[in-house]
């Protein structure tokens, strides 16, 4: 449905189109991750964000549209699905609870502010046919170490319950985005 109403955009004559993907598109890849390598996706998100992906860029080669494809790693902030690190984290500490369980934290990842990834976005939309785009911030981070940050900004009385849970299997232990083509393309220092 989302490709055939984004398809549907193009054939009606838009000439720059820009979707966000995800950084799970690259799957169990490590280290950094620059938009040449290979999609190996391992969920089922992923390989739907880059089955879309595939088919648009099909697609707009039969038109002369242009496709932005924003791959989103880890954006953070006001909004978020309930269930993702920083809105249970926030409402954990604001409820009183006196402990925040977690996994050991180790792994590294790319969290990136939403009013950061907006910005980029917007700036991607008003440069055309940009392509494979990493939004990230490309400096890995370790997670306990994001929580324990955000802890500490708050002001937050909470401790951690490391290794209450376990590493997701779905995630290498470590993967950032290469933000190189993001800051040619956006000017993004």
């Known amino acids: 449905m989302h490709f055939r109403f984004l398809n549907q955009l193009i054939g009606a ?37 880059d089955l ?8 707009v080669t039969y038109t002369g549209a242009s496709l932005t494809w924003a791959r989103l790693f880890y954006p953070f902030g006001e909004g978020q699905a309930p269930n993702s690190l920083w809105p249970q984290l926030k409402r954990a500490a604001e409820s009183g609870q006196p402990t925040f369980n977690m996994s050991a934290g ?50 937050w009385s909470i401790a951690l319950n490391l290794g209450r849970y376990p590493y997701p299997e779905y995630e290498p232990l470590a993967f950032w ?3 190189r083509k993001l ?6 220092a």
């Open 106 to 155: 180790e792994q590294l990842r790319d969290y990136l502010p939403v009013e950061d990834v907006a910005r980029y976005i917007v700036a991607l939309a008003l440069t055309d046919g940009c392509g494979l785009v990493n939004v990230c911030s490309g400096t890995p981070i370790s997670v306990r170490s994001l929580v324990e940050r955000w802890i500490r900004e708050n002001g």
């Open 52 to 59: 879309l992906r595939r088919q648009l860029e099909r697609a």
């Open 183 to 188: 800051r040619r393309v956006i000017g993004v």
């Open 13 to 49: 004559g838009l000439r720059h189109l820009v979707v966000t993907g995800t950084c799970y598109e690259y799957g169990m890849q490590s280290g950094p991750l620059a938009e040449d390598l290979e999609a190996k996706p391992v969920t089922a998100y992923g390989l739907g964000k």
């Open 177 to 179: 985005g290469d933000p």
